[in-house]
């Protein structure tokens, strides 16, 4: 017989948020069913205009979710059949469609074991003549090593884009993710360190031109006016409901962040000098946005059990890294390609990690780990 435990410490938990923003959420959901605007307008023009200042960017199109903002900025880069994108493997799967989606093949490096981000040292071999674009990954919020990219892609004139889905704050040098290259992507989706209420996501750039094309292609290729259909497009729109919940949430992302920050601390603190448990550490220089908790062990999938039978649940970010998916195999990985990533995808396992987390629960989880 299968033991089932009940699960009393959840990955996320985002009834404990909206208890804490509930007045403001529904003042704000209201807003917009009495407006009876359900399409653009100025909730997405606001929050637009909100979240390119928070991460320091001239520019930002709300479209309908992450993949979507990395699939349509490729294609506003100009990538397409024939060209070659250099990402990661170690990532979720929406780094790897957008390339494909686009017509173009991905070239996967390996990341560097102590962030989990591109390691740029691995860059000038996989750069050809038909790379188009880098597309670095802040994995669990982790800004990837950016001025090194950057370093190398200037060199190759290669424009560079963030996939910055998990890294809402994360910094570098002062800097935050969404202008740290020529254009970021974010993704919204509900469980991110700003989630809306369903699907939505976002492209940040200092670059006027890219972010119309973007906003172009999000809305049917659309001209001056409404029925001007200029290029190929989709309807990749931001949803205004999901707008009007993300600019309640966005004035609240700091001070969730700082609870994030807290609550890694308060593991650091109770995991160190356990034995067989590599904590994850910020690089000098960055901050990370700690969208994800997530330890290496030898043992992960003991460690795992463990947790689980003590309530608390656990995740693996990612069993597989990409280059391994039977969906990629047009990018001809194989095992043995990229060790490192091959590697963490045995021994990673995120704990939980919520603004709402009781101390004393990371207390007991780092107990129970040890
Ligand atoms: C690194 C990364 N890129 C892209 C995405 C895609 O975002 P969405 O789920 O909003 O389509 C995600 C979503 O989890 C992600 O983690």
């Known amino acids: 017989m299968t033991e089932t435990v009940t699960v009393t410490v959840p990955m996320v938990d985002l009834k404990a948020q909206y208890a804490r923003i509930r007045d403001e959420v529904d003042a704000a959901l209201l807003r917009v069913v009495a407006a009876g605007q359900f399409i653009g307008g100025e909730e997405c023009r606001l929050l637009e205009e909100e979240f390119a200042r ?6 930002a199109c709300g479209v309908a979710n992450g993949t979507d903002a990395l699939t349509l900025s490729l294609k506003a880069f100009g990538v397409g059949p024939g060209d070659e994108v250099v990402t990661v493997a170690n990532t979720f799967i929406a780094t790897g469609e957008a390339i494909f989606l686009n017509g173009a093949r991905p070239v996967f490096v390996d990341v560097d074991p102590a962030t989990f981000t591109m390691d740029p040292s691995a860059l000038p071999r996989a750069i ?14 982790h800004p990837a090593d950016m001025p090194a990219v950057m370093d190398v892609a200037a060199r190759h004139g290669i424009p560079v884009l ?8 994360a910094e570098v040098a002062g800097k935050r993710a969404g202008n740290l290259a020529h254009a970021a992507t974010f993704s919204f989706y509900p469980g991110k360190n700003l989630g809306a209420y369903g699907d939505a996501g976002m492209v940040t ?12 292609l999000a809305n049917h290729g659309g001209g001056a006016n409404k029925y001007d259909n200029v290029v190929v497009g989709t309807n990749s729109r931001l949803d205004t409901l999901q707008a009007a919940v993300l600019r309640v949430k966005l004035r ?6 700082r609870e994030r920050r807290e609550r890694v601390s308060a593991y650091a603190r109770a995991l ?4 067989g448990i590599v904590a994850p550490r910020e690089r000098e ?12 062990s030898k043992d992960r999938d003991h460690l795992q059990a463990r947790l689980r039978s003590g309530g608390i649940a656990t995740a693996v970010h990612y069993p597989r890294p990409i280059h391994l998916q039977p969906a990629m195999a047009g990018a001809g990985g194989k095992m043995g390609d990229l060790p490192v990533s091959e590697l963490l995808s045995q021994e990673v396992l995120s704990l939980p990690l919520y603004p709402e987390l009781p101390l004393e629960t990371v207390e007991r989880i780092a107990a129970l780990m040890r």
């Open 128 to 141: 050809t003549a038909r790379t188009k674009l880098i597309v670095p990954v802040h994995l669990y919020g």
């Open 285 to 296: 220089g960055c901050r990370s946005a700690w969208h994800l908790y997530t330890i290496r």
């Open 252 to 257: 609240h992302l700091d001070a969730w962040n």
């Open 272 to 275: 160190d000098g356990t034995a």
């Open 54 to 59: 928070y991460c320091g960017a001239a520019h």
């Open 162 to 169: 963030e996939d910055a889905a998990q890294a809402h704050g």
């Open 205 to 216: 750039s200092n670059d006027a031109g890219f972010v119309a094309r973007v906003r172009q």
